[in-house]
């Protein structure tokens, strides 16, 4: 069964709606079918000392062309980013461990506020995106440093 944001389509559904554009069916990557499938490596901040006894490196198994967007709604919603006492974490996503800015995320948001294009592919940003966690100060200030 398919969700609204690419992860976890059956193999019917995915080789008959999503075809390569070459015309070959999708195939298996990681375990998921996916239209074109791309490592995603995921990394965070820690949030608190304890935090810190295991790695917060993951790696997800994405379709290269879905939206930029729609992809950190699916991290959050997988709650990736931890919930903290008080519902007010803030979070930076950037690209890779330093690089560029593309979203302000906020546990109190329903949806990222994005610094790039509404309509970039994660494929896009390339293979990796970085959390810097912002305690809970105001998320709103993360758009202006």
Known sequence: MADDHGFGRSVGETSARFPRPDGTPAIPHGGLWKADPMD?????????AGDDVESHDKVLVVDRRRPLELVLMSISRDRYLPRI??????????????GPRLAVMAEQWDRPLLLVNAGTAISQIGGAI????????????????
């Open 130 to 145: 970085h959390f810097e966690y912002h305690a809970q100060i105001d998320p709103n200030e993360l758009l202006t440093c």
């Open 40 to 48: 995603l490596h995921l990394s965070r901040d820690s949030v608190a």
């Open 85 to 98: 006492f008080g519902g007010r974490a803030s979070w930076l996503a950037v690209a890779g461990r330093r």
